[in-house]
Nanobody, 121 residues
Framework: QVQLVESGGGLVQAGGSLRLSCAAS????????MGWYRQAPGKQRELVAA???????NYADSVKGRFTISRDNAKNTVYLQMNSVKPEDTAVYLC???????????????WGQGTQVTVSS
């Protein structure tokens, strides 16, 4: 069993900053890609940022230059530093990881429960 637990969400004013964290735990053999998605009410889930196990990153155009994704492989943790936030960043942010557990030979996508980020104008 592998679990992802997000933290760091909350209410922030436009122009402010937040840092999200997501820690993976359980019977982990290896984690490949990790990422952050978000889903706003009435909208489809979208990729915000992703990072490979080698450190290569990818961002949605809407957050480039404002958000930074990073990871600590020793801690099985991925972070999202959110700067200059806007009201349109309001959403539930979900962590994703492509994980192989110690009891399997294949990788599977795991999801966290999500953390609410609300940006007030």
């Amino acid at each position: 069993q592998v679990q992802l637990v997000e933290s760091g969400g909350g209410l922030v004013q436009a122009g402010g900053s937040l840092r999200l964290s997501c820690a993976a735990s359980g019977n982990i053999f290896r984690i490949r890609g990790m990422g952050w998605y978000r889903q706003a009410p009435g909208k489809q889930r979208e990729l915000v940022a992703a990072i490979t196990d080698g450190g290569s990153t990818n961002y949605a155009d809407s957050v480039k230059g404002r958000f930074t994704i990073s990871r600590d492989n020793a801690k099985n943790t991925v972070y999202l530093q959110m700067n200059s936030v806007k009201p349109e960043d309001t959403a539930v942010y979900l962590c994703n990881a492509n994980v192989r557990s110690t009891s399997t030979w294949f990788y599977m996508d795991c999801w966290g429960q999500g953390t609410q980020v609300t940006v007030s104008s």
